[in-house]
Each structure stands twice: as C-alpha cells, then as structure tokens.
C-alpha cells in the first residue's frame, strides 16, 4: 500500500510538472507577445495632424521646433485663405501639431494675388511664414519657435 501511494504521489508530481512546464510556455510566449506589442507601437510614428480647405490642388507641410530642435506639440497653425472672384470668398483653417511637430494643410488655392499667410502660435511665441502657391504649390516649412 505504501508503495501505491508513492505512485500516485509520483503522478501527482509528474501532473504539476507538466502544469508547471505549460504555465511556463505559455508566460514566454505572453511576455514575447507583449514585448513585440510594445516594440511596435513605439516603432509607430504618430499620425500627422491634416485640415483641408478644399479649394485648390496645393499643400504646405509644417514642422515646429523650439530654440533647443526639439519638436513641439500643439502649436496652433491658422490661416485665413481668400479666393475667388476678387477674393471675396474666404475660408478659415487651423490645425495644431502632433508629438514630433508636425501638421499639414491641403486644398489650397494653386493662384493667389497675395501669398498666403500662415500664423503658427505656440504660448507667447508667433511666427509668419507665407508661401506663395504659384512657385510653390507643395510648400515645406520648417518653423522654429523661440526668443529672439
């Protein structure tokens, strides 16, 4: 009889082995999982903000730094757009950057009698930058923001 329970002990023991080696297997590969998940999601650049005024072909893409290069998020880019027969319609846009500073703009006018303005803001500190779309349909700006 003893002999008998030292067996099913044994059986015992070899079940909560093989419990153990599954719970094991399974922790790896949640932890492999998990470590992938978090590897990719940082892997990911954020979004890039975009508004469209939908009255032309042309675009300008910002990206908005502070005195030190580093990207700013949320500053305020605004523009009023004029168009039109003697530019009598307008349109108001604005959009604000994301985490590596950075939004476009789409649907501008391809012809303009004045270039266009764009205001960005970021607290206390503006900047104007203009672009004129008919030399520069696809403008790029690169937009420091700092004490001067």
Known sequence: ???????NSNRFSLVVL????????????V???SSLAIFTLRAQTPD?????????PCSADF?????????????????RLRYG?????????????NSDGKARVEGLPDKAKKPLEFRVRHGAFLKVVTQDPGTDCHANFPVVLAAQ
């Open 1 to 7: 009889m003893h002999a008998n329970r030292e067996l």
């Open 18 to 29: 093989r419990s153990s080696s599954l719970a094991g297997a399974v922790s790896i590969c």
């Open 31 to 33: 932890l492999g999982l």
């Open 48 to 56: 890039v903000p975009v508004v469209k005024a939908d009255v032309g």
């Open 63 to 79: 990206t908005v730094t502070n005195g030190e290069n580093k990207p700013i998020f949320d500053a305020k880019i605004q523009a």
């Open 85 to 97: 027969f003697m530019s009598k319609r307008k349109t108001d846009v604005e959009v604000g950057t």
